[in-house]
Every structure is written in structure tokens, then in C-alpha cells.
């Protein structure tokens, strides 16, 4: 894993900063896990290595706020020793960790036991998100302060909505006392039923049980009126629908302090995905409509959704191989994200400074961390080729779930090298 | 409308046979003539003193029941053997998948058996067509009823007996009241009659009982059944289960009946001989008064019996369609 080199020169790439600086190639001095130099300053010094990002881009490394890496207790599904080598080829360098766990991450001790095992078997930072009630059932508070001080970046419902309004407006005014941010999936389960596609007109052609817009919106309003009202900072979770968008926009227009993000399979697909009952795209929030589609993107490039997550959610085959309504949500996108961006980019439905900053600073940002390409910053780095072509297989994914959104077909963007604190964590060479 | 350009993939030959019956989404008017054709030459089969012809003999159909059905899997065991199949029948709702299972070990475990056909019904929408995908290449896959989704040989045996009293579905005017969310049926059925040219389909139910974006199937949605009822030339009711007032989805049967119940008074704002048909089990007094259900417009007992015919046809079209795919592709491999 370590390269054995203390400093680093990357040359020639098309430098994206995440912070709205882009420069054409440019050099990056990377010393001791620190960015030391950009530009002509970083061509001056000497350096250990060098490493040629002629026609890549190099960017901040990505940061995913919502990715399952299912260990303790799914290792069939994932582990963080393949899942985050999965990531660290996707592009990542830092991902957080669903509290959906088995046991759920609602105590110090399965944080401080997926921290471990990360520091052991993960090339990148794992940032564990807590429980934000106990076992996730949505009726007791969990022991917030001591999930943070264990290594909590955030505390989050998972998939799992907090049905009971009188508890939720409690764990954000808990919450609020120590300034932790919630990270909530609005979902009114109530409204969701059974359902596990997007009520429209896919579902009704199909016969599949609809999960009805309001389901989300209904949860999305009351979410921002409790925030108000207890002043916690609230981090929405994979919007789906042009109306939450809307909302969230609203309520910031107002100054209240949320943030929100989206999946990028949201950003990509449609309800026509289900046509023909591919139970892949199976995912919870449901994809919805071109319109609702349409919304997010425009809200990613107004700035009202700050980060586009990956939603990784691997699965062993089985749990993917029966009847639509009878397998699990979730896509193994994590090393699928770039390529899905990129895809965006080419239909000039988002520049490549959005989608950069989606992926990097914007998410970095929600958990307060800065991580911008200049001088002084920690050294997560990724290279990537923008028009280089790769396709998703069996044999080319490295996360355990198989079932990435694009299969066997020409992808653009592969990540070069992935640079973690410095270290090479990934080189597709 | 829509159509679903994989269904169409995945049901047809090259030529445009049916290899399997899953959907009646993306099949044309010329298919679904054939299909009723090919039935009634099976009608004149039923009336004879021996009722077999020997279509399938030798072959082997499986009756794959997920979900528990007295009817439908009669129709569709009479109708095999009225083409001389083998017929092995499969309640799997109370053996292997109640054990855990999954819906691929079980077909792993019935292919082994050497079978030609499956007839599957499943209460998950879409399971005929995951069975057809993942069924060895040769075996027929007939959907008897999945989810919400689809019964189409229900939808086809419906038509035959609306083309036995009205000729021809041109200037058709028909509604379907009732449980249109949960009904497989209905959908089946606008299919059908779209595809067959009717001039207008109604779905006449409260907004609890339809499902959003139904007109996208090709229909109009009509709340008030006296309106709904005007120029009617075949109204057909479906059931009600009773559980759908324990989803406050209905207040009770009797409101029901009331607002949309097929009474005598109501079907006399029909025009005359309207025909009233259901695909049963009725519940006389909840969908249906006695006297319409067993009146003279009724064609409800019709129904039963083409059910038989067209499960015989599509059963025969899909193996044959099967069967010259295979020699296509074993001559083109020939060739090579």
C-alpha cells in the first residue's frame, strides 16, 4: 500500500480543484501526505516520483456520504476490505458508513470496531455514521455524544424513517445541543406501504407496488419545519422527486441550515429503468420521472443539492436473482459513479466542475471537512481519464455486489491512481 | 400508450410467433385475431365425444401454482390434456418456497424434470417473465396470473366471448368496474381491447381502487357509474376482496354495492344488450346483483367454458412457435 516515497509529483494534468479553480496542466507537489505546491512552484522542486496525468484530470479524492460496506454482520454481501478497494478504484478517498450494520452502529463499540477494522483493512478513511436511535427503530435516542466521540462523522436514520414526529423533533434537539449533523433519509413509511417502485406509470404498466412522491415529500417538509424549529443541522439524504427539491431550496432561501444530496442513479435513470422487470434498479428512494430527474440536476447546478452520493449498496446475487418485489434495493455503483458523471457531462446536462465539485468538496463540506487542492491541504488525490473507455463485469468490479447500473458496455472515465494522505492507494496501471 | 419493447423481445420468435404468452403488452391485432381463431377451431373440439387432439402428446406441461387457484389451474390442466400433454400440477404456495426456497432453486430443480411448458401464476408481479429468462432455451413459459400485473389468457378468453356475441370489437364501447388497482385482469384486459380496436374503454371506480397514470394504458377514467353506464355495449365487473375495507380502502360493501354495484336498474342505462361478464368468482349483492348475474345479458358462465378453448390455443401456439425456433436455430448452426 505505502509507496515508500515522501514526495510526489503529478505533471500534466488538467488540474479541477473543487473549488471552482481549474487550470490546464498543471503540476501537484504532494509531501509527507500534504499538498505542498501547485503550479510552477510544484514544477521547481524535486521530487521522489512522478507520476504522468498527461490527458486526466486530477481532482480532490471523492468522498461518498452514503455508501454500505456492510460489515458487521453482512459479509456476504460486502466487506470493508473489498468494498473500500472498490471504492479507492472508483475514485474514492473517503467514504462514510451506514449505521445499517449488523448490529446497528448505535454504540462506541461498533464504531470503534468498523474504525479498526478500517484502520486494518482499508486503504481509504471510512467515516462511520452513527445510529440516530437505538437499533435504528425510531424510539430511543442513541448515545449520540458517545457514537461521535467513538468516530461518528454524523448521525444518520439509514434507510430507516423515524415514523413518530414527537421523537424525531427530540434527537434533533439533542442533536442541536452538541452541533452534530443529521443525516436523514425523508421517507414517510406510512405512505411507502409496501411499495418499491415510483407510483406512476411504469408501476401501474408493470403491476409493480408504487411508492407514491408524497411519501418522500410529505417527510421532507416535516423534516425542514422540525429543523426550524429546533435549529439542528439537518443533511437530507438522497432526494428523489422535483418537489423536495423545491422545498429544500425554499427553506435555504429562509436560512435554514440544510443541506441535501442525491444519488447519482437519480441523476441518471428514470421509472423506464423497471421496464422489463430489471430488478437491478430496484432501489430505495425509487427512480422517478425525467421531470423529477430534470430537478435534480438543475438543483445540483444551482448549488441546492451540494453533494451526489454513490448509495453504494452491495448485495450477494441471490438477493438480486427473483421477481422485482421480492429482491433487495440497492446498486453496487461505487465504482460506477465517475463513469455515470461523466456520462452526464457528455449529454451537457452538468460541467465537469459540477460534477468534480458534487463529488469531492461538496460532500466534504456537509461533514466539515475542507479538502480543496491547495497549499497546505491533505493530500487526497484522484487521476482520472475523462476519455477513457471501461466496462463493468463480473470480473472488472471489485466490490462483492455485481450488479452495477451499466454492464458490459463502453464506460468513460477511469481513475488512474487514487492517492490517499499521500499514498498511492490505487493505480490502474 | 406505452409499450414495453422487452416484453416483445422476450415473448416472440424472429418472425413474430409467441414463444412464450407473458403479456399482452406489445402484441398486435393480427396475434391476438389468431389467438381467438386457433380458440375457436378448439371450441368445435369440446363438443365432440372425444375431446383430444394430439398437439402436445409427448410433451410435458407443469402447472407452476405460487399462489393457491382452483379455477384458472383446472381450465389450464384440462385444456393440456385436451392437447394429450403430460400434466403435472405444482401447488408450490404450500411446499418448497414456503421452506425458504428461492423462486431460481426450485426452477433449477423442475427443469431436471424434463419439462416443455411451464404455466406459472405468482403473486409477484413480473415472476413469468424472470422464469422465462432464466428457463433453459425450448420451454415455454404461460402466465396464468402475476401480481398486479397480467392474466392474459383471462383477457383473451374475454374477448373470444365478446367476439362470439358482437362479431367484431370496432365501435365497441366497454367499461370495467370496480377493483382496477389490484387487478391483473384489468390491465389484461385494456390491452386486449386496445390492441382489438374497441372504440372505448371505461374504468369506472372510486380513486382508491385505480391506479395513477391509468389512462396511460389507454382508457378513461370515470367515477360516477350512472354516467359510466351511457352507450355501454359490454360492462364487466370484477371482484372485490374483502380485505380492501380493512386498507380503508372502501368504507363497506354496502356503499359499494350502492355506488357501484351492477343492479338491474343501473345496467337498463346500458345500451340493449349490453353484455355483462366477470371473471369470477362473484359476489352476488357486493359487485353484482343475483338477477343480473344470472339474467339474460349475462355471459358469465361463456366465459368459463372458452376458457378452456384459448388456453389450448395459446398453449399450442407458444410450443409450436418453440418448436420451429429451435429447428431455425439448430439449421443455422447447421449452416455455419
Known amino acids: ?429 | 400508450m406505452t409499450h414495453d419493447p422487452y416484453s416483445h423481445a422476450l415473448q416472440l420468435t424472429a418472425d413474430g410467433q409467441l414463444r412464450h404468452f407473458l403479456t399482452l403488452d406489445g402484441l398486435g391485432k393480427d396475434l391476438l385475431t389468431d389467438i381467438l381463431d386457433t380458440a375457436d377451431s378448439f371450441i368445435e373440439v369440446g363438443e365432440r365425444t372425444i375431446k383430444n387432439v394430439p398437439l402436445l402428446r409427448g410433451r410435458t406441461v407443469v402447472n407452476l401454482f405460487f399462489e393457491s387457484s382452483t379455477r384458472t389451474r383446472s381450465t389450464f390442466e384440462l385444456a393440456a390434456k385436451r392437447l394429450s400433454a403430460d400434466v403435472l400440477n405444482l401447488d408450490i404456495s404450500t411446499s418448497a418456497t414456503s421452506k425458504g426456497e428461492s423462486l431460481s432453486d426450485t426452477l433449477l430443480n423442475l427443469e431436471a424434470m424434463a419439462s416443455d411448458m411451464f404455466v406459472v401464476r405468482h403473486s409477484q408481479s413480473g415472476a413469468p417473465h424472470f422464469i422465462a429468462e432464466s428457463v433453459t432455451p425450448g420451454v415455454a413459459i404461460i402466465n396464468a396470473g402475476d401480481g398486479r400485473h397480467a392474466h392474459p389468457t383471462q383477457a383473451m378468453l374475454d374477448m373470444l366471448t365478446i367476439r362470439q356475441r358482437k362479431h367484431n370489437f370496432e365501435g365497441l364501447k366497454v367499461a370495467i368496474v370496480g377493483d382496477i388497482l389490484h387487478s391483473r385482469v384489468a390491465r389484461s384486459q385494456i390491452r386486449a381491447l386496445n390492441a382489438l380496436g374497441a372504440a372505448e374503454i371505461r374504468v369506472i371506480a372510486p380513486a382508491t381502487l385505480l391506479p395513477s397514470d391509468i389512462e396511460a394504458l389507454g382508457c378513461r377514467v370515470e367515477y360516477n357509474m350512472v354516467e359510466g353506464m351511457r352507450d355501454l355495449d359490454v360492462v364487466i365487473m370484477l371482484r372485490l376482496q374483502r380485505e380492501r375495507m380493512a386498507g380503508a380502502l372502501l368504507p363497506s360493501e354496502r356503499e359499494f354495492y350502492r355506488l357501484y354495484g351492477l343492479s338491474q336498474d343501473k345496467l337498463a342505462l346500458a345500451n340493449p344488450g349490453c353484455l355483462v361478464m366477470h371473471p369470477g368468482p362473484i359476489n352476488r349483492g357486493v359487485e353484482i346483483e343475483s338477477a343480473v348475474a344470472d339474467g339474460p345479458q349475462s355471459v358469465i358462465l361463456n366465459q368459463v367454458t372458452n376458457g378452456i378453448a384459448v388456453r389450448m390455443a395459446v398453449m399450442s401456439m407458444a410450443m409450436s412457435g418453440q418448436v420451429e425456433e429451435r429447428s431455425r436455430l439448430r439449421q443455422e448452426s447447421g449452416a455455419l
Open chain 1, 1 to 429: 500500500m505505502a509507496t515508500g516515497h515522501n514526495s510526489l509529483r503529478i505533471v500534466g494534468g488538467r488540474l479541477l480543484d473543487g473549488l471552482g479553480g481549474e487550470y490546464a496542466t498543471t503540476s501537484l507537489l504532494i509531501r509527507d501526505g500534504q499538498v505542498v505546491a501547485v503550479g510552477e512552484d510544484a514544477d521547481r522542486a524535486a521530487a521522489d516520483q512522478v507520476i504522468d496525468a498527461t490527458g486526466c484530470v486530477v481532482s480532490p479524492g471523492f468522498v461518498d456520504l452514503n455508501c454500505n460496506l456492510r460489515e458487521p454482520g453482512n459479509g456476504q454481501k460486502g466487506k470493508i476490505a473489498t468494498e473500500t478497494r472498490a471504492a479507492a478504484k472508483g475514485g474514492y478517498t473517503r467514504v462514510c458508513a451506514s449505521p445499517e450494520t449488523s448490529p446497528v452502529n448505535d454504540s462506541g463499540a461498533v464504531t470503534h470496531l468498523i474504525v479498526d477494522n478500517a484502520a486494518l483493512d482499508s486503504p481509504i478513511q471510512v467515516s462511520p455514521l452513527g445510529a440516530l436511535t437505538r437499533g435504528l427503530e425510531g424510539e430511543l435516542l442513541s448515545d449520540m455524544a458517545g457514537l461521535v466521540a467513538a468516530g461518528c462523522a454524523a448521525l444518520s436514520n439509514g434507510s430507516r424513517p423515524v415514523a413518530n414526529a414527537r421523537i424525531l423533533r427530540r434527537c434533533m434537539a439533542y442533536a442541536q445541543t452538541f452541533g452534530f449533523t443529521l443525516m436523514l433519509t425523508p421517507l414517510n413509511q406510512a405512505l411507502a406501504a409496501d411499495g418499491y417502485a415510483h407510483e406512476g406509470r411504469v408501476a401501474t404498466r408493470l403491476g409493480l407496488l408504487g411508492i407514491p412522491e408524497v411519501a418522500e415529500t410529505a417527510a421532507v417538509m416535516e423534516m425542514l419545519l422540525l429543523a426550524e424549529d429546533t435549529g439542528v443541522r439537518l443533511h437530507l439524504s438522497q432526494l428523489s422527486t422535483a418537489r423536495s427539491v423545491a422545498m429544500v431550496a425554499e427553506a435555504q432561501r429562509r436560512g435554514v441550515a440544510v443541506t441535501a444530496d442525491v444519488a447519482m442513479q437519480q441523476l441518471v435513470f428514470t421509472e423506464e429503468a423497471l421496464a422489463g422487470y430489471d430488478s437491478r434498479f430496484h432501489v430505495r428512494p425509487p427512480l422517478r420521472t425525467e421531470a423529477d430527474r430534470q430537478a435534480l440536476l438543475a438543483g445540483v447546478r444551482d448549488g441546492v443539492i451540494t453533494a451526489i452520493v454513490s448509495a453504494h449498496q452491495p448485495h450477494d446475487s441471490a438477493a438480486k436473482q427473483a421477481p422485482v418485489g421480492a429482491t433487495e434495493p440497492g446498486l453496487s455503483t461505487i465504482e460506477s459513479v465517475l463513469s455515470l458523471g461523466l456520462k452526464l457531462v457528455e449529454a451537457a446536462e452538468l460541467t465537469l466542475p459540477q460534477l468534480v465539485a458534487g463529488i469531492t468538496t461538496g460532500p466534504a463540506r456537509v461533514l466539515g471537512i475542507s479538502n480543496g487542492l491547495t497549499a497546505g491541504a491533505v493530500a487526497d488525490v484522484c487521476v482520472f481519464d475523462p476519455a477513457a473507455r471501461w466496462s463493468a463485469d463480473e470480473t472488472t468490479l471489485l466490490s462483492s455486489g455485481k450488479h452495477a447500473p451499466i454492464l458490459q458496455q463502453p464506460l468513460p472515465g477511469v481513475v488512474r491512481h487514487t492517492l490517499c494522505r499521500g499514498q498511492v492507494v490505487w493505480s490502474a496501471d
